[in-house]
């Protein structure tokens, strides 16, 4: 999309100060929250190694099995967790640093169904559409990680996220976020991942991908997502260890007691994972404290309420995160979408939330379209060039010219203006064209002229092929795991 | 008589104001009104009310749990009274519900059973990870009309034709009704498996539990 050459990847890219939401006194009261929650009511663990793990290292094990953390083992993880990650693209260049005040962009994973750009049709998604969504995420200049985007409902159900991983791997060079169902997809995925990077050495020394293991709630946590993070300690690569807690209904309805909950659970991770391998990196979520909407029973993807709070307290602990934005709770690409993706994205970029994901969501999470996601490529842009540092120099400050001109003098001639117009922030979609202008050119809307970037895109833009080798790989190992019956349910 | 005390009682409930509703329960008793009368006139019309607003979307949820909290409390002082006439209350219908196994996700689930049980319904919620066989068993000892199963995933939502298979293997069917709700259900995924329907929501699934059991026009 970007016709001048591809900048070498800038890892912390200059900003203006941090927004955040919390103060540290507010930080530490809920971390304290969080440690008493732990100590006192205790946390269901369904895996017996996790269990184990946590009762080895000092940790309380009740009658029904509830697993009581010490404050002291979790501030011991603290000071022993990563206070970065490093994801590299394909080739193992490094591209995106969680760390510092970055914020980075993505989409989300699994929608069922797709709001076809083409038609307008609100259809059940297809292996063709995580392709094309793949492969306008590798073109959008400023979308920095890929994700699956879209849920497949043309291959045998136990086998879809394998096939978004192989995609994924395939269509992007950027660094992905892997989700997977169980622990055998998830070892699929990571061989796929090592098949394209050249072996679990390279992997671990320069991870491409990040798997995001999904937590039921904060103080219960299933036997696969416990297995994952264990799995992934051992491996050294890097868990998104996400616990969510719905306040009204399996946390309290009030953001402080909600995220207390929630990073309860956040902090038993961290500590699992470090029990397991000293340095392993967690990424802890930079998102929580929502709640269902009581009065429509949906999930609200773009609620105002608790946004910047958790990235405050990841902040706090100085852990890589991963947020959410840029999803919205409209059914269309319209108004309330533009709205809602521009509103959470800037939030969280000037919260600092590492990586942002959840672009091109619509209808809370349940649709996805590659226009929205076009849409939002362009509401990152015009972030970045807000929150951009304002560079004060004598050449910026131009006061030589200033003055050689005079009070009544035009600058549009100065060599200094040909020498920095390009300086300035220029959109691609969204419109400023003079009325007739625009009416001569078909008084689109954005949502129109987003569609045809889509279009242009998929027709265009070819991503870098896989090596023969490294597809060849991937290929067996979807061969291989389709040849396994699997334990989902049969019809 | 009693038009005054029916409408400060549909009001009571209307207004979640439990201390309200158990004075009028005491001040029914003592005025002779008939319990049965009280409870079907005065309370349920307050309950119905809350519960068409909250579909609408002007209320929320927690108006409708508060609704239903100040009409228990009102039921459970005229019960006596009830027991004693020997007069019962009709249940609209008696509902199974559970997540398909393999399956742990119960929020969908907990609210469609809130919304039925608040909505006159008497509801046994068997949890998350629920076997076929339970299904069937829970639907016999409890001689249920409906039965609600919940998948959240695509993975397990194949389930739950697997408790239609059981029902029907149990010869159960048509008698006992299926529905099924989830994320990746829906209409035509209810027809594909031979269930009776499928809701999008609780709101909906009260409706279609309603006009399975051919009691739609009893809600007014």
């Given at each position: ?80 967790a990563p206070r970065s990650l490093t994801l590299h693209a394909r080739g ?277 379209s590659l226009a929205q996601l076009a849409i939002c490529d362009e509401i ?112 | ?220």
């Amino acid at each position: 999309m970007d016709s001048r050459a591809p900048k070498a990847p800038d890892l912390h890219p200059a900003r203006s100060p941090r927004y955040d939401r919390l103060t540290p006194a507010d930080c530490a009261r809920l971390h304290d929250a969080s440690l008493s929650i732990l100590e006192r009511t205790g946390v269901r663990l369904h895996d017996e190694e996790a269990v184990e793990r946590l009762h080895g290292a000092g940790a309380r094990v009740g009658d029904d099995g509830r697993v009581f953390v010490p404050g002291p083992l979790v501030e011991w993880a603290l000071s022993v967790a990563p206070r970065s990650l490093t994801l590299h693209a394909r080739g193992g260049a490094p591209a995106i640093a969680l760390d510092g005040d970055n914020a980075w962009f993505g989409p989300g994973s699994d929608c069922l169904r797709i709001l076809d750009h083409r038609t307008g049709e609100r259809r059940t998604a297809t292996l063709q559409d995580v392709r094309d969504g793949l492969t306008v995420v590798d073109a959008l200049p400023n979308m920095d990680f890929g994700m699956s985007m879209f849920l497949p409902s043309d291959v045998e159900p136990a086998m879809a996220d394998r096939h978004q991983a192989a995609i994924m791997l395939e269509r992007t060079t950027k660094p992905l976020v892997l989700v997977t169902y169980d622990v055998d997809a998830m070892l699929d995925a990571i061989a796929m991942a090592e098949a394209v990077a050249g072996g679990p050495e390279a992997l671990r020394e320069r991870p491409t991908i990040a798997l995001y293991v999904n937590v039921t709630r904060g103080l219960v946590h299933n036997g696969d997502s416990l297995r994952k993070l264990l799995l992934l300690a051992e491996r050294g690569l890097p868990a998104l260890w996400i616990p969510v807690t719905s306040g009204g209904t399996t946390g309290p309805v009030t953001m402080a007691g909600n995220v207390a909950l929630n990073n309860a659970g956040v902090l038993v991770g961290v500590v699992l994972a470090q029990l397991v391998r000293e340095g392993t990196p967690v990424v802890v979520p930079g998102f929580g404290g929502d709640a269902l909407d009581l009065r429509t029973m949906v999930d609200p993807y773009a609620e105002p309420d608790h946004r910047g709070m958790v990235p405050s307290l990841a902040h706090h602990y100085g852990l890589p995160m991963f947020s959410l934005a840029g999803g919205s709770d409209s059914k269309i690409v319209d108004q309330q979408a533009a709205a809602d993706a521009s509103l959470t994205m800037l939030v969280d970029a000037l919260a600092g939330g590492h990586l942002i994901h959840d672009s091109g969501y619509l209808e809370s999470g349940l649709t996805g379209s590659l226009a929205q996601l076009a849409i939002c490529d362009e509401i990152a842009a015009w972030i970045r060039a807000a929150i951009g540092p304002v560079e004060i120099t004598d050449e910026t400050l131009a006061l030589d010219l200033i003055d050689q001109l005079g009070p009544d003098g035009s600058f549009l001639e100065a060599d200094h203006t040909l020498a920095h117009y390009r300086d300035r922030w220029y959109p691609t979609l969204i419109d400023r064209l003079g009325h007739s202008a625009w009416q001569a050119r078909g008084a689109t809307t954005l949502a129109e002229r987003a569609a045809v970037r889509v279009d242009r895109i998929l027709a265009e833009h070819r991503p870098t092929p896989l090596p023969e080798d490294a597809a060849r790989a991937i290929a067996g190992i979807l061969e291989r795991a389709a040849a396994v019956p699997r334990s989902a349910p049969q019809p | 008589m009693g038009d005054e005390i029916f409408a400060a009682m549909r009001q009571s409930v209307i207004d979640g104001d439990a201390v309200a509703a158990a004075a009028l329960a005491e001040k029914a008793l003592a005025d002779g009104v008939p319990p049965l009368d009280a409870i079907e006139i005065g309370f349920v019309p307050g309950l119905s009310y809350v519960g068409e607003q909250f579909g609408l979307g002007e209320l929320f949820l927690p108006d409708m749990m508060l609704a239903a909290r100040a009409m228990q409390k009102a039921i459970a002082i005229l019960e006596p009274e009830m027991a004693r006439q020997s007069a019962t209350r009709k249940v609209v219908g008696r509902v199974v519900i559970g997540t398909v196994k393999g399956d742990i996700h119960e929020i969908g689930k907990n609210l469609v059973g809130m919304m039925l049980s608040t909505s006159g319904f008497e509801v046994h919620d068997l949890g998350v990870d629920v076997a076929p066989d339970r299904f069937v068993e829970a639907a016999r000892e409890h001689d249920a009309d409906i039965i609600g199963v919940s998948a959240l995933l695509t993975t397990t939502m194949a389930g739950q034709r697997t408790v239609v298979q059981a029902l029907e293997a149990a010869g159960m069917r048509p008698k006992v009704k299926v529905i099924v709700g989830g994320a990746p259900a829906s209409e035509s995924w209810a027809a594909e498996i031979g269930a009776d329907g499928y809701s999008e929501d609780a709101i909906g699934a009260v409706a279609l539990a309603r006009k399975l059991l051919g009691t739609d026009a009893a809600s007014a």
